[in-house]
């Protein structure tokens, strides 16, 4: 089986900058995709930024030319570096991991965001 371990959370006062790592291990095959996911008090989960084994990438549209997903396929670490950020992005961070047949999530990690 697969474990997704998250680090790279924390406060961050608005127009700055925090980076994300998660690390996945276990079973991983050479075909996948691996993503950032979160979720607000309230609100639904929602995607933030997927690439795939082979380096393409998809950034929902509120993240766009602030944040920038990239990853090692080597160590099947994928890295989210967020600039700008606002208060808006506070939520809980969720790696991902799809590979056939199925997904895999991490615990999730904090990012808070003070204005």
């Known amino acids: 089986q697969v474990q997704l371990v998250e680090s790279g959370g924390g406060l961050v006062q608005a127009g700055g900058s925090l980076s994300l790592s998660c690390a996945a291990s276990?079973?991983?095959?050479?075909?996948?995709?691996m993503g950032w996911y979160r979720q607000a008090p309230g609100k639904q989960r929602e995607l933030v930024a997927r690439?795939?084994?082979?380096?393409?990438?998809n950034y929902a549209d509120s993240v766009k030319g602030r944040f920038t997903i990239s990853r090692d396929n080597a160590k099947n670490t994928v890295y989210l570096q967020m600039n700008s950020l606002k208060p808006e992005d506070t939520a809980v961070y969720y790696c991902?991991?799809?590979?056939?047949?199925?997904?895999?999530w991490g615990q999730g990690t904090q990012v808070t965001v003070s204005s």
């Open positions: 991902n991991l799809a590979q056939a047949p199925r997904t895999y």
């Open positions: 276990g079973r991983i095959l050479s075909s996948n995709a």
């Open positions: 690439i795939t084994s082979g380096g393409s990438t």
